[in-house]
C-alpha cells in the first residue's frame, strides 16, 4: 500500500465518521443546551434532568438513522475493499 493510498484512506475513514457522528451529536448538544437553560430558568439542579432526556433522544435519532448509518459504513468499506484490490 502506497502512502498516498493511506493517506487517501484515513481522509475518507474521518470524513465517513464525521458524517455518521453528526445527527447523533447535534441533537445530544441541542437537548443539552435546551435543558440547561430550563435548570437555569427554574433553578433545578438534578442530575438525572439531564442525563435521561440526553439518552433518550440520543437512542430515537440512534433508530432513526440506523440506515444511513449501515449505508455510509457499508459504502465506506465496499470503496476500502475495491480500493485495496484495485491498488496492488
Known sequence: MREEMLIALMREAAWTGLVISAPILGVALVVGLVIGLVQALTSIQELTLT???????????????????TQGLVGFFQNTIIGLVAGR
Open 51 to 69: 442525563f435521561v432526556p440526553k439518552m433518550a433522544a440520543i437512542l430515537v435519532v440512534f433508530w432513526a438513522t440506523l440506515g444511513f448509518t
